[in-house]
């Protein structure tokens, strides 16, 4: 495999593999190399598709056998999240191509969420917060277990979907949100009717975001490959709600469970096959909603210390006050009433704000 990076000492401008049978042929070395090895910073980070590094020719993420039927399949609370797991036969779905090297087969996936809307997250886009985030946690089938694979610094990847509202419930994920009330309590789980992970889970090739980043628990250091589609998720407000009654340990509701940002430094974020129209392609907020987003984040700062908003802050807002004023007509078009409920919301919010502020 033949491959061309521009680079200057610690920082890769782009990687463009020439001959991308090479990858499949065996050329895990070099994979490792630019993909693999390098310092690894905490996760979750801020994403920014200026600030990536493109990489090219590899081969397409590839899904195996996603379309099987589980035997069984669980939903838990942890206590700190909702956790989805599966058995099946002989074969199990596995994803493997892309940056990766070797099969990646699935272990569970789980959800992470806020106390509102405008947060939830893991990762953020521009600064801004998803309603939530969908972790499908996969590990290296070399190593046999999740366990041992959270051992090594290739061991696990993770796929990571942004949630975005919309008004109708995503089906598959109310397979999910519908059981919730069975396992309200902190360590209980229950059964339910397994369907394929198709349901649940929409494949992405092309088009990601990929890095190295670490999870630290109470004892150790795991090192995670973080992929994150461009295509966020959409489920409706009321299926993001219902994880709100979920209960930790002392019985109290998990009101947030996504970590803190960590600063992106000097990390190596990829961009895995861009799309052509990269700029274009929204990656997921678009304008609006990240005006939105930061008047809404604006508020409740504003609300829990009247004093933060200094007058910067006021002049940030009314810039931006301005900006959605121009943004009128897409308020106003025909479709308003398929616009999720915080389009309708914000319009308080914007009058709340011209009679304190100004
Ligand atoms: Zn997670």
């Given amino acids: 495999m033949e491959q061309t990076s521009t680079t200057t000492e610690h920082n890769i401008e782009s ?44 081969p397409p993420l590839k899904w195996v056998n996603f379309e099987l039927l589980p035997k069984k399949m669980k939903i838990t609370n942890s206590g700190y999240t909702v956790i989805l797991s599966a058995k099946w036969g002989q074969e199990r779905p596995y994803i493997t191509g892309g940056t990766l090297s070797g099969k990646y087969v699935f272990s569970q996936l789980h959800l992470h969420w806020g106390v509102n809307d405008m947060e939830g997250s893991e990762h953020t886009v521009d600064g801004c917060h998803h309603p939530g985030e969908m972790h499908v946690v996969t590990f290296k089938s070399c190593y046999l277990t999740q366990e041992s694979a959270l051992k090594e610094t290739d061991g696990v990847a993770i796929l990571v979907y942004l949630f975005k509202l919309q008004d109708e419930a995503h089906k598959g994920f109310s397979i999910i949100t519908d059981a919730l009330s069975g396992i309200a ?56 709600d219902s994880l709100r009654y979920l209960m930790d340990d002392s019985d109290e509701l998990i009101k947030r469970n996504f970590r803190t940002i960590i600063p992106r430094d000097d990390r190596r974020i990829f961009h895995v096959l861009p799309s052509k129209s990269k700029y274009s392609t929204m990656l997921p907020l678009s304008d609006y909603d990240k005006v939105i987003t930061q008047i809404y984040r604006m508020e409740l700062e504003l609300n829990s210390n009247p004093l933060y908003v ?9 810039q931006k006050l301005i900006q959605m004023k ?18 309708v919301k914000i319009m308080e919010v914007i009058k709340k704000y011209i009679n304190n502020l100004f």
């Avoid at 200094?310 to 009314?318: M, S, T």
């Avoid at 121009?326 to 389009?343: L, M, Q, T, W």
Wanted: net charge negative.
């Fill in 15 to 58: 990687v463009k593999f020439e001959d991308n049978n090479g990858v499949d042929g065996g050329n895990e070395q070099k994979i490792k190399d630019i993909f693999q090895d390098g310092e690894v910073y905490e996760s979750p980070t801020d994403l920014n598709v200026t600030k990536t590094i493109p990489v090219e020719n590899v």
């Fill in 310 to 318: 200094l007058q910067g802050e006021k002049d940030l807002i009314r």
């Fill in 326 to 343: 121009k943004s009128e007509e897409y308020r106003n078009d025909e479709n308003v009433n398929k616009k999720p409920v915080k389009y």
């Fill in 185 to 240: 309590q902190a360590h209980t789980s229950m059964k339910i009717e397994p369907v394929d992970l198709n349901q649940l889970i929409k494949q992405f090739w092309t088009d990601y975001f990929m890095y190295k980043g670490s999870v630290s628990t109470s004892d150790c250091v795991h090192h995670i490959t973080w992929m994150i589609t461009r295509y966020p998720m959409a489920v409706s407000a009321e299926q993001i």
